[in-house]
């Protein structure tokens, strides 16, 4: 995994990376943004969290579920898209301060995270061959959790202090999907896997040999074995006469 592999696992982080800042958006910023700029209680806040999560336990299977009818990339594109789109609406709801609507915005805001994250696993999964599939994965997967994952709260906070408009943070989340749409939608996704495909390892090299020797031999058997038998029916000198 020293060439394409290498490359492959950042492409990986790069696709994970609208799935992991947005998140902690939505989980932890939230209570950052309510407080200070909402005013909003923080009881009110985590009990949204909750029930979000909860709803999470529904969204996420019913995603990969549908990425099995779809195709994971298209399942994946839409959730992708829903979060740049939603981000702004998300704030716009907030900014209306009624507890009702942000209770619900926040319920909503976990859906098209969702539905981005029920195929991810099965699309980084067929991203890489069999032999690399397990430690590429990995690595790709929690790349995009120090990436993206861990600065995205210190980011929203920054863009808030520096603009004061909940709008700059997404913005930013805009720019996240940017990234990671380009990402699965590029074509050298499948293109790479198919040339490590198509590269036998060693082991593969060894029983293709194998498989060789076993053909020939068992072809040296049976022309031995034709040539062993009798294939002239007439009577030799010697053999009993046998009546007809």
């Known amino acids: 995994m020293a060439v394409h592999g290498s490359s492959f696992v950042a ?12 998140f902690y958006i939505f989980a932890a910023f939230i209570f950052t943004y309510g407080t200070t700029m909402l005013h909003s209680s923080r009881d009110l806040l985590l009990a949204a969290v909750m029930c979000a999560t909860a709803l999470s336990a529904v969204t996420i299977p019913l995603a990969g579920h549908l990425s099995d009818r779809f195709g994971c990339k298209r399942m994946y594109l839409i959730g992708i898209a829903g979060i740049g789109i939603f981000t702004f609406v998300y704030f716009a709801l907030l ?20 539905i981005a994250y029920g195929p991810q696993a099965a699309l980084i999964a067929e991203c890489f061959p069999a032999r690399l599939r397990y430690s590429g994965s990995s690595l790709g997967f929690h790349l995009a959790s120090i990436i993206a994952g861990g600065p995205a709260s210190l980011i929203a906070t920054a863009l808030l202090a520096w603009t004061g408009s909940g709008y700059s943070v997404a913005l930013y989340v805009l720019l996240s999907c940017v990234i990671s749409i380009a990402r699965p939608g590029n074509n050298s996704w499948t293109a790479v896997n198919h040339r490590w495909a198509r590269r036998p390892t060693l082991r593969q090299r060894w029983a293709e040999v194998g498989q060789s020797r076993f053909r020939l031999r068992s072809r040296r058997s049976l022309i031995s074995g ?11 000198p010697g053999d009993p006469v046998r009546c007809r």
């Open 11 to 22: 492409l990986t982080a790069l696709a994970r990376t609208v799935q992991q800042g947005p």
């Open 95 to 114: 900014n209306t301060t009624i507890p009702a609507v942000i209770f619900a915005a926040i319920i909503l805001s976990f859906i098209p995270h969702d």
């Open 226 to 236: 034709v040539r062993s038998s009798p294939t002239d029916p007439s009577p030799r």
